[in-house]
């Protein structure tokens, strides 16, 4: 697991939008054991401390749940899991809005450049993958 | 207590290898001037014996007959004792700088051990006595040896058997060394062991304040030399012959005393409160 | 909890603690942070009653420091403290003849952590690997407190991550950890509390992930305002 932190955002939060997009992207399955606070601060080379707020959090939102002495497990619940998957969408496309405003492209001709380089980025990115897998 | 022990041993080891260097030479020295130096008697007694000039009794009424007297005044036999004396008056300090010395200040581990500071200062100063007491051992060891080495070379006539509290008492620096009576065992080791506290002492000063650390460190030295030295100096002024010699010697053991409580109460305070590390 | 109090140290005429004031947490890692002179490594020193200071107090769980503290505290400086002649092995037998508090088997651990040969001797050691020593020989004894003085000084980068990896991991758990650092890099996520010191005042202590939510400031940022405002 490797996750570039930004020095001016609270970790946990990173931490909490890591898992969010893990599990969006369905790289965690609902009931997916995850690793324990200190496994996950020595992965991501963060405070153990911090690690354990990420995680509070998180179950707090019901993204984790702990049962008695257990390992956390993500949730199981379908619909926290598309909340998740749509707030994320809907962030990045605020986000990408926010940036394009500026230069005042036609909406369709917008669409279809985001076409062209999404095909051309998801070939390129999975030629990736399989080469790792 | 237990931890004293282990300090003790740990300093005892730490200067092991240079202490048995000093124990090689002081044998192996004395031990061949027995040999060179009977050697050479015997050589100069057959050229006179078989050159005709005299006979065996007139060689020995001239020249005398050799004893270990003789031998113990060479520089084979005083020459390791002196090394011995030097490298134990040079590891007084070198048992305490070297701590700082170094990109390894081991001063750091010593000052951070869970014991009393002053355990450290009392195992310095116990590892000195025992390497003193250790050599002082050797050497009446190694005389009755050598005495039977000086016997198995010379024949009976040349030569003359002495016991070794004859040659300890015989030679003026021995019978410091060798005190004929516990009681001067005690005084002569005793001042040893003061001075050794007091020049610890010293030390401690100057690890504590550095530059000025070191005239504390003198200042410090001479009121000690004056104190202990009080009986004997007021004998000599203003109390002119007052004191007969007993009490002379009971005042100087108390004033003594006073100084080695005085030494480390001071050291406990500097090694607790004023010493630095760097 | 370790609290300095007000803490006036002079060497000569020159005052170099000026009444520092901050305190170190049971888990949770502080970082003494100042960009030049001796001052952090003063501190260190006098909290572990290693030197004199002119002024003030310096409380570990509420007393002063006695001589069974250091079963309770321990000090990693910048240089190892044992005889260069010894072998890993050696300093792990001193440690364990004088300390209750040494862990042989945590000890072990580091030592594979860190692919450490115990009969090598420190004088054949490279510098990262005998800071390795130097941080094992700490980490390795059961204490509330652990004090380390430029852990990341002079040694290669990948001893640096090996040695980060530490603070992350179940060696330090749930300990107090005070460190010394001149550079906040490799570290910036590790530590709880930043205490940036500069004239031999605290100019700022806080904490970082709240500095960060509060402020969206970096420990970075915060050294800028102290030292170029």
Known sequence: ?133 | MNRYFKLVNFEFNRFLKIYLVLIGITIISQIIGVIVKSNQYLNMANDQIQGGSMSSSEFINQYGPISLYEIIQTLWFLGPIALCIVSLIIYVFFIWYRDWLGKNTFVYRLFMLPTARINIYFAKATTVFLMVLGLIALQLLLLPVEAWILQWIVPFDFRIDMSIREITGIFHYFAILFPNTIVQFIIHYGIGFMAVFVVFTAILFERSYRWKGILFGIIYGVLALLLFFAPVLLQATILYEFFYPIELLVLQMITGLTVIAGSIWMSNYLLNKKIRIW | ?229
């Open chain 1, 1 to 133: 697991m490797k996750v570039n932190l930004n020095k001016r955002e609270p970790v946990y939060v990173q931490v909490v939008r890591h898992f969010k997009e893990q599990i969006a992207a369905g790289n965690y399955e609902p009931g997916q054991e995850i690793p324990s606070r200190r496994e996950l601060a020595n992965q991501l080379k963060i405070n153990p401390n911090t690690a354990q707020r990420a995680y509070k959090e998180m179950e707090e939102q019901g993204l984790i749940f702990t049962e008695g002495n257990n390992p956390s497990r993500i949730t199981k619940d379908g619909k926290v899991i598309g909340t998740v998957r749509e707030e994320l969408i809907i962030q990045a496309v605020d986000a990408f809005i926010t940036s394009i405003r500026p230069i005042n492209i036609p909406v369709d001709d917008l669409v279809g450049l985001i076409k062209e380089k999404y095909t051309e980025i998801e070939r390129n990115t999975r030629g990736d993958s399989n080469d790792r897998s």
């Open chain 3, 1 to 229: 909890m370790i609290e300095v109090k007000e803490l006036t140290k002079k060497f000569g005429r020159k005052t170099v603690l000026n009444g520092v004031s901050f305190t170190a947490e049971k888990g949770q890692i502080t970082c003494l942070i100042g960009i030049n002179g001796v001052g952090k490594t003063t501190i260190m020193n006098a909290i572990m009653a290693l030197t004199p200071i002119n002024g003030g107090e310096i409380l570990i769980n509420g007393e002063k420091i006695h001589k069974h503290s250091y079963e309770k505290i321990t000090f990693i400086p910048d240089a190892i403290t044992m005889l260069p002649q010894m072998k890993i092995s050696e300093t792990m037998q001193f440690m364990a003849d004088f300390y209750d508090c040494w862990n042989q088997k945590r000890a072990d651990e580091i030592l594979q952590f860190f692919k450490l040969r115990e009969d090598n001797r420190l004088s054949e050691l490279s510098k990262g690997n005998t800071a390795k020593v130097n941080l094992m020989l700490g980490l390795a004894m059961d204490v509330d407190f652990l004090l380390m003085d430029e852990p990341f000084s002079g040694i290669d980068i990948f001893s640096r991550e090996q040695i980060a990896d530490v603070f992350s991991s179940h060696l330090v758990e749930d300990r107090g950890v005070l460190i010394t650092t001149h550079e906040i890099n490799d570290i910036e996520h590790l530590i709880d509390k930043a205490v940036l010191l500069n004239n031999g005042i605290v100019s700022k202590e806080f904490n970082t992930e709240e500095i960060r939510e509060n402020e969206g400031k970096s420990v970075v940022d915060m050294m800028r305002e102290v030292y170029q405002g």
